[in-house]
C-alpha cells in the first residue's frame, strides 16, 4: 500500500542520487530506483504504488521528470512483473495496473500479450547494448570482444529474473509467439550485425576464415554456456566479477579464431 512518508523518502534519496550521477529521473527505471533505495522492485512497487506517484513527488521538488508513453511503462512493468512471477503467470490486467495504464492501450500499442512479451525480450535482451558497440566498436580485436561480452553479460546477469523468465517461455512454448520472434527475426538480425563486425576482421587478416557458424559458435557459446548456468543456479555475479569474465572470454575467443 503506498505510503506517503516513504514515497517523500524515496523521492529525497533518488534525488539525491541524481544529483550525484547527473542523470535525469525518467532515465531511472523502476528497477533502478529500487536498487538505489535497497530493496526489490516489488516491495518498491508495494509501497509507493504506482510510479507516477514517485514522479509527482519529484516533480514537485523541482526534477525533470518526464512521462514515460503507456507502451514504455506497459514494457518496464511486464518485465518486473515476468520476473517476480514467471510469464504464465501474469495477466494484462496485473500489467496495465502496474503500468498505471489500460489494457486497451497496451493491445493498441503492443499489439497484446504476444507483442508485449516480444517488446520485453528485445529491450532487454544483448542485442540493444551489442548493436550500440558495433555502431563503433574498438579497432582491435580483443577489446571489441572484451566490451562486447561485458554487454552481453550485463544483459543477462544484470536483468537476470528478466531473462530466465524469457527463457523459460520459449523453452516451454517452442511454437510460441516469442519463440518464433526469437528463431524468424531477432536471430538473424543478432548473426547480421556480429558477421559484420567478424568479416570486416577476417577481411583484414587478423581472423581465420571460418565458416559462420563456426565463428559465431566460438564467440556466443561460452557466454551463453555461462550466462543460462548462472540464471539457472540464481548466481550473481557484480560488475566487477563480470568484467573479469569479459576479459576472460575475449582472451579465449581469441586465441581460438587468430590468424
Request: hydrophobic share 50%.
Amino acid at each position: 500500500m503506498e505510503s506517503s512518508a516513504y514515497v517523500e523518502e524515496v523521492a529525497t534519496t533518488v534525488r539525491g542520487h541524481l544529483a550525484a550521477t547527473g542523470a535525469e529521473a525518467s532515465e531511472l527505471t523502476l528497477e533502478d530506483i529500487a536498487a538505489v533505495m535497497g530493496v526489490s522492485r516489488s516491495t518498491l512497487i508495494r509501497r509507493i504504488g504506482h510510479r507516477s506517484h514517485l514522479d509527482e513527488v519529484l516533480a514537485r521538488h523541482g526534477a525533470r521528470v518526464v512521462r514515460l508513453s503507456a507502451r514504455d511503462r506497459a514494457v518496464e512493468a511486464a518485465a518486473g512483473l515476468y520476473g517476480a512471477f514467471g510469464v504464465g503467470e501474469v495477466t494484462l490486467d496485473m500489467i496495465a495496473a502496474d503500468a498505471g495504464c489500460t489494457v486497451q492501450a497496451i493491445q493498441g500499442q503492443l499489439g497484446g500479450r504476444d507483442g508485449l512479451l516480444t517488446a520485453v525480450f528485445d529491450r532487454y535482451s544483448p542485442m540493444p547494448r551489442v548493436a550500440e558497440v558495433l555502431a563503433d566498436p574498438p579497432a582491435d580485436l580483443e577489446p571489441a570482444a572484451r566490451l562486447l561480452y561485458e554487454q552481453v553479460l550485463g544483459a543477462m546477469m544484470g536483468e537476470a529474473r528478466v531473462m530466465a523468465a524469457m527463457f523459460a517461455e520459449i523453452a516451454s512454448r517452442p511454437g510460441g509467439a516469442l519463440a518464433v520472434h526469437v528463431r524468424e527475426n531477432y536471430a538473424p538480425r543478432f548473426v547480421g550485425l556480429m558477421m559484420g563486425w567478424l568479416t570486416a576482421h577476417v577481411d583484414a587478416g587478423v581472423v581465420r576464415e571460418l565458416p559462420e557458424k563456426t565463428l559465431l559458435s566460438l564467440f556466443a557459446g561460452p557466454v551463453l554456456a555461462r550466462s543460462v548456468t548462472a540464471l539457472a543456479t540464481g548466481e550473481h555475479l557484480t560488475p566487477t566479477a563480470r568484467a573479469e569474465l569479459a576479459a576472460d572470454l575475449a582472451a579465449a575467443f581469441c586465441r581460438a579464431v587468430r590468424a
